[in-house]
């Protein structure tokens, strides 16, 4: 299964964006499939995962700013971003983990918050 990202753009600081990670099969069976960024001279960071349970975890960084959920029937995750900083302008790639494995990293889409 394939992913891809989308929906990143420019934001003003306090906007919202909401990223779409479309896969190009079923995503039922994928254990989890999480988001991460990379900023500028930085390495890339964990953001939030759902599971294909439901289940989900955040960064302490974005903790009640962005929402992670999953859509079984669009095979879609989405993250919803609200109240943005300056400090979450990066690329936001989405991934997928089966069997302890995470797959291979996409083109990611980028966010950039700036006045």
């Known amino acids: 299964v394939q992913l891809v990202e989308s929906g990143g753009g420019l934001v003003q600081p306090g906007g919202s964006l909401t990223l779409s990670c479309k896969a190009s099969?079923?995503?039922?069976?994928?254990?989890?499939i999480p988001w991460y960024r990379q900023a500028p001279g930085k390495q890339r960071e964990f953001v939030a995962t759902v599971t294909n349970i439901g289940g989900t975890n955040y960064a302490d960084a974005v903790k009640g700013r962005f929402t992670i959920s999953r859509d079984d029937v669009k095979n879609t995750v989405y993250l919803q971003m609200n109240n943005l900083k300056p400090e979450d302008t990066a690329v936001y790639y989405c991934?997928?983990?089966?069997?302890?494995?995470?797959?291979?990293w996409g083109q990611g889409t980028q966010v950039t918050v700036s006045a």
């Open positions: 099969g079923s995503i039922a069976n994928i254990y989890a």
């Open positions: 991934n997928q983990i089966s069997a302890g494995n995470i797959g291979p």
